[in-house]
Every structure is written in C-alpha cells, then in structure tokens.
T-cell receptor
Framework: EPEVTQTPSHQVTQMGQEVILRCVPI?????FYWYRQILGQKVEFLVS????????KSEIFDDQFSVERPDGSNFTLKIRSTKLEDSAMYFC????????????FGPGTRLLVL | GESVGLHLPTLSVQEGDNSIINCAYS??????FIWYKQESGKGPQFIID?????DKRQGQRVTVLLNKTVKHLSLQIAATQPGDSAVYFC???????????FGTGTRLKVLA
C-alpha cells in the first residue's frame, strides 16, 4: 500500500540553525501539507501546497518557514533559524485530486532544538 | 472561535467490548470530518470520514455518527481488539478550506 515517507525520523539541532525536513508524498497525489504536533498538544496545520504554490497557511507558518517541491517526488519544509519552541513532531501529508479531503500522513520527523 | 474538543481524554475498555469515542466541535461551517488513529511514534492514520450531509457512515468495525444539531461526532469501534489501543483524534474541515483542525485526542486502552 502506498504511503507517505519522511526523513529523518529524528533531528537534533542548535537554536538558530537551519533545518530541512523531507517528505516523499504518495506518488499520484497532488496536494501536500505540513502539520506539527508539540509534545502533548494537538496536531496543528502549518501549510498546504498545490501546483508549486502555497494554497493556505496558518499563523504559525511565518517567514521562518518555507516549503518547496524541488523535484517530482520530494516535498520539503525548511525552518531558517530554529527556535526552542520549534521543537515538535512534524508531519507531512498528501491527498489526491479526486478525494482531496482525505489526507494521508507520514510517520513524522521529531525535531529537537537545543 | 473554532475549536474541536474531546470529552474523555482516556477510555479503557475490555477486549471484545464496543468502544465509543466522542468529539465536540464548535464551528457550524465545518462540512467534513475525519477520525484518525495515532499509535505511539507514528503519524495519524485515516480511519473513517463523514460529510456534513450525512449522519452515519460505517466502515469495517467502525461507525461514525454525526449530530449537527449538537455539533457532536462519535466513533464507535465494534469488538475492540488490543490493536485498537491508540490515541484517536477527530478533525474538522471548514467548508472552502483544506486545513484541518484537530481535537486534543482520546487515548483508548484495551484491557485483556
């Protein structure tokens, strides 16, 4: 069964450093998303992406964040200058063109900012 | 403001019994709802969905009920199994958007 994959599974970084989280969505999907989950809290929407453009973004997704689809398979989330409060599990999700509402999630990348 | 909440943070059931997990939402403009299951260390896994023009939808061992009058959503799991132990989230989508608002989650513990 096709699934969303994410790398790395864990990342530890120093405050102020840049990190890039990588995702490979399900191959025929057209819509891509990033969510985050701070430990013990709700899953929160960050951004959605379609046709090489951001479709929607939340107030969390400020200028420190960017997304990119650098090739036909990868979807990345970049945090330019990490803060302690960026420590969270980051989930990538994707959905297809017909059933766009149904978003399939990857296993997540646990980011720890020290 | 918009919010999705869960009444019970932890639910313990005996193996073989039925489980009911509840969710309250406050945005009457939400038109689509999903239940996700999240096992430890994994991402949310799609279980079942329902649109606002329906009040019931059944899957394999799972049923989702939607009561728009009281803005309530429930997930029923029949014959609960140990593999059902996880945190269950409801998520709502406001009509016209594709971002989901998640609830806080209910932990389901299945007792042998």
């Amino acid at each position: 069964e096709p699934e969303v994959t994410q790398t790395p599974s864990h990342q530890v970084t120093q405050m102020g450093q840049e990190v890039i989280l990588r995702c490979v969505p399900i191959s025929n999907h057209l819509y891509f998303y990033w969510y985050r989950q701070i430990l013990g809290q709700k899953v929160e929407f960050l951004v959605s992406f379609y046709n090489n453009e951001i479709s929607e973004k939340s107030e969390i997704f400020d200028d420190q964040f960017s997304v990119e689809r650098p090739d036909g398979s990868n979807f990345t989330l970049k945090i330019r200058s990490t803060k302690l409060e960026d420590s969270a599990m980051y989930f990538c999700a994707s959905s297809d063109g017909l059933l766009r509402e149904t978003q399939y999630f990857g296993p997540g990348t646990r980011l720890l900012v020290l | 403001g918009e919010s999705v909440g869960l009444h019970l943070p932890t639910l313990s059931v005996q193996e073989g019994d039925n489980s009911i997990i509840n969710c309250a939402y406050s945005n009457s403009a939400s038109d689509y709802f999903i239940w996700y299951k999240q096992e430890s260390g994994k991402g949310p896994q799609f279980i079942i969905d329902i649109r606002s023009n329906m009040d019931k939808r059944q899957g394999q061992r799972v049923t989702v009920l939607l009561n728009k009058t009281v803005k309530h959503l429930s997930l029923q799991i029949a014959a609960t199994q140990p593999g059902d132990s996880a945190v269950y989230f409801c998520a709502e989508r406001t009509s016209g958007t594709y971002k989901y608002i998640f609830g806080t989650g209910t932990r389901l513990k299945v007792l042998a």
